[in-house]
């Protein structure tokens, strides 16, 4: 069954929508709209009634709230309704004496290792955990997940790596949620195991060309079990979110 994402422009290209219980990895340069079409994604289930969280990892809940109260999303009505939940599983704690004391105090070469479990990123384990409690306290059926790359998945083992970001997104699809998977890569041509992984990929291009104007667009990447074309469709930010334009090249 195919869920709408609510992204004007963009189910039509993708037969009508993502389908439901699958990973998707929307992946993007700083600033492309990533969080805009997560939060979309959410705010449509919502008002369909299928209960969405948006895990912030990296970005603080009253940040990404604030910054999305300026679209016409009903933002703020749909978590009272408690059809919308956001869940902060970043790093909590704030700078204080003790970094001061201890930049005093540890040789540089060892700073970096001086990690404690309130500062360090969250790792796979502890995100799913969280997770999983969430969707079923609340009967969640769409998930954002803000973003895969703020998640440790580190191993001196690059091999061991793949196989924990792979776990991970496998994990994710026990729980039955359409998750979307926001992630910081900047090269579409970059293939990683993320994409690999995923249902489908999404890239959001946000780059100057060589007359100086910003390029907004977006592109699929791969959508298994999904007739879809390959073209930098134009994006424009509306009061609503974004919206996916005609394709680049066809304006030409
Ligand atoms: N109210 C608005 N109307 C139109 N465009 C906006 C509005 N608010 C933000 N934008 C545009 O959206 C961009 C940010 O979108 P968004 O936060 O979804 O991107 P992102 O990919 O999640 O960014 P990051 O990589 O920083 O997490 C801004 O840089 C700005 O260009
Ligand atoms: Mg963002």
Do not use: W
Not at 45 to 64: C, F, M, N, P, V
Not at 87 to 94: F, H, K, Q, R, S
Not at 151 to 159: D, M, Q, V, Y
């Amino acid at each position: 069954m195919r869920i709408k994402t609510g992204i004007e422009g963009l189910d039509s290209i993708i037969e009508g929508g993502l389908l439901q219980g699958r990973q998707y990895l929307i992946s993007g340069s700083p600033g492309s709209g990533k969080t805009t079409l997560g939060m979309q994604f959410l705010v449509e289930g919502a008002k369909e009634g299928e209960a969405g969280a948006y895990i912030a990892l990296a970005e603080s809940i009253d940040t990404i709230k604030q910054d999305m109260l300026r679209y016409a999303m009903n933002v703020d009505e749909l978590e009272k309704k408690k059809k919308l939940f956001f869940i902060d599983l970043g790093p909590t704690i704030n700078y204080g004496e003790y970094d001061e004391i201890s930049s005093l105090i540890t040789p540089e070469f060892q700073q970096s290792s001086s990690e404690t479990p309130a500062n360090a990123p969250p790792t796979p384990f502890s995100v799913f955990k969280e997770v999983e409690i969430q969707v079923k306290t609340y009967g969640i059926k769409r998930l954002v997940i803000d973003s895969l790359s703020a998640i440790r998945f580190t191993s001196l083992n690059p091999a061991s790596e793949e196989r924990s970001i792979s776990r991970f997104i496998r994990n994710l699809k026990n729980l039955g949620c359409t998750t979307i998977l926001l992630s910081e890569l900047t090269k579409p041509d970059a293939y990683t195991i993320e994409q690999f992984a995923s249902h489908g990929v999404i890239f959001l291009h946000n780059y100057m060309d060589k007359t100086g104007n910003m390029v907004r667009a977006l592109q699929i990447i791969k959508m298994r079990g999904t007739k879809h074309d390959c073209d930098m469709r134009g994006i424009e930010f509306t009061y609503k979110g974004l919206k996916v334009l005609i394709p680049i090249k066809s304006k030409l």
